[in-house]
């Protein structure tokens, strides 16, 4: 019945003259589009190991975090620990950026014309400037500094150093994959919390990192990361060698590290100012890689795409490192991020499987969601420049569906099959996941699908 009704259907259109329109979709182009193998990048590996995969199976805390964790929560006298910690996760999750002065004053002008234009509005200056005080208060999000107490600070400990973890893994997987001469020693972690950024940074690279900077306000969170080193006391022997704990920023414009950290940090600055002096000063003390992560929401991944500009597009160049910055990862590009101008922006996100610290009611693994932009000092040339896929593939009976941001700016949603883009291509597609990059070379811009004439 099925082919009946298609047949009906087909003689249907050819008799009305009706042309298939093609499908809104830009997909890679047959025939132009291939497998980059110029360096022949396979060599014997199988298309399920080729280069672009960059995903990472689900990671757990090393042995010796997880267990202080759990030593120093179950001395704790915390009580309702498993509600304070949903509590918390929920506030950090729905935390958005605090309103800059111009934009709050633009909304009181916006309201006090309103309540003037409504003949029962407020009739005395006082009683009008109230009432645009307290429409402002019920209209506007109300941003507050954490200010992390040490009960407080094992609550974020237990609610957020397994996935930030996670997330921060995910970024150095990324630049140890892609760069594997790169030998980091020296490393700078601003707003460093809980520490989870020094182990993570060890796991990746422990046999050549020397030296540690954990830079973060909160005097209570510097005395937990180091009791978390030292295996939940304060006077162990550290885990991790060379680590130094610091309340302020290095002011030294000479002294550089070789990989520089803000996690889930640049959130919590209360202005654009306040974010603009801080990513300028990391920029300066970054002798290779900036690593930048947020909660992948769509303020989060704004806020990383402001910041990915402000430093690309800075003008204070510094005298003891000229050399220019660039993308390193996840955009191939520099242009500005095809998922905020599209008509209904999307938060550019990935995800990272993790084991949980294994509190009572913490035993399932779980996903950590967040937006990421790794910034690298030298040129794109000196990197691959292939689409990133940017959303889960959907792998179909021959053919697989593709999101990818490409290196031209654009977003494509590419249906990849054997048969027009070629077996390797199909089969590196098939074997990739969301995160990863699709190691072809693609035409500059797509030309229009060529359309069947129709029947005369």
């Known amino acids: ?11 249907w259109r050819r008799s009305l003259r009706v042309v ?62 498993e509600e304070k910690v949903q509590t918390l ?40 400037h109230g009432a645009v005080l307290r429409a402002l208060r019920r209209t506007t999000y109300h941003w507050q500094e954490l200010s992390y ?24 997987h990324e630049i140890h994959t892609r760069t594997p001469q790169f030998q980091p020693q020296t490393l700078m972690d601003f707003g460093s919390g809980t520490g989870s950024v ?22 209570a969170m510097l005395n937990l990361a180091e009791k978390l080193l030292k295996g939940g006391s304060e006077s162990g022997k550290s885990y991790v060698p ?20 803000a996690a889930f940090a640049l959130s919590e600055l209360p202005s654009a100012a306040d974010r603009a002096s801080v990513l300028h000063t990391l920029w300066r003390k970054t002798s290779h890689f900036l690593v930048l992560v947020e909660n992948g929401t769509k303020a989060g991944h704004r806020l990383l795409m402001d910041a990915r500009d402000l430093v690309l597009k800075g003008e204070k160049k510094s005298p003891l490192d000229p050399r220019p ?74 053919h697989v569906h593709c999101h990818l941001c490409c290196p031209d700016g654009q977003m494509q949603h590419a249906v990849i099959t054997s048969r027009r883009h070629g077996r390797d291509l199909y089969r590196c597609a098939r074997a990739s996941s969301w995160g990863d ?10 030309p229009p699908p060529e359309q069947d004439p129709p029947n005369s």
Not at 368 to 392: C, H, Y
């Open 242 to 261: 060379g680590v130094f704990f610091r309340q302020f920023l290095p002011v030294s414009p000479k002294v550089q590290f070789d990989v520089v950290v």
């Open 325 to 398: 910055g660039f993308v390193f990862a996840p955009c191939p590009h520099e242009l500005p991020c095809p998922q905020l101008t599209a008509s209904q922006p999307l938060a550019c996100s990935f995800s990272q499987g993790y084991h949980p610290i294994p509190f009572s009611w913490n035993k399932k693994p779980k996903e950590e969601k967040f937006s990421m932009v790794i910034l690298a000092r030298g040129f794109p040339e000196d990197t691959n420049r292939w689409p990133r896929i940017t959303q889960p593939v959907l792998r179909r009976p021959r």
């Open 198 to 219: 020094t182990w993570a940074a060890h796991a990746a690279w422990g046999q050549s990192l020397r030296e540690y900077v954990c830079v973060d306000s909160s005097a």
């Open 20 to 81: 298939p329109q093609p499908r809104a979709l830009a997909a890679l182009v047959p025939s132009v589009t291939h497998v980059d193998n110029k360096s022949d990048f396979l060599g014997k590996k199988p298309h399920r190991q080729h280069p672009g995969i960059l995903q990472l199976p689900y990671v757990r805390l090393p042995q010796a975090l997880a267990r202080a964790a759990q030593s120093l929560l179950l001395e704790s006298t915390v009580s309702s620990v």
């Open 437 to 446: 990059l699709l190691p072809v070379t693609t035409p500059p811009k797509s």
């Open 89 to 128: 996760t929920n506030y950090l999750w729905s935390r958005h950026l605090p309103i800059e002065p111009e934009e709050l004053q633009r909304r009181a002008m916006h309201l006090e014309k309103k309540f003037l234009e409504n003949p029962g509005s407020p009739q005395t200056e006082e009683k009008l």
């Open 1 to 11: 019945m099925a082919t009946a009704s298609g047949l009906t259907l087909s003689r």
């Open 149 to 172: 107490s040490e009960e407080l600070s094992l609550v974020y400990m237990a609610a957020r150093l397994d996935g930030g973890f996670a997330a921060v893994s995910r970024a150095f």
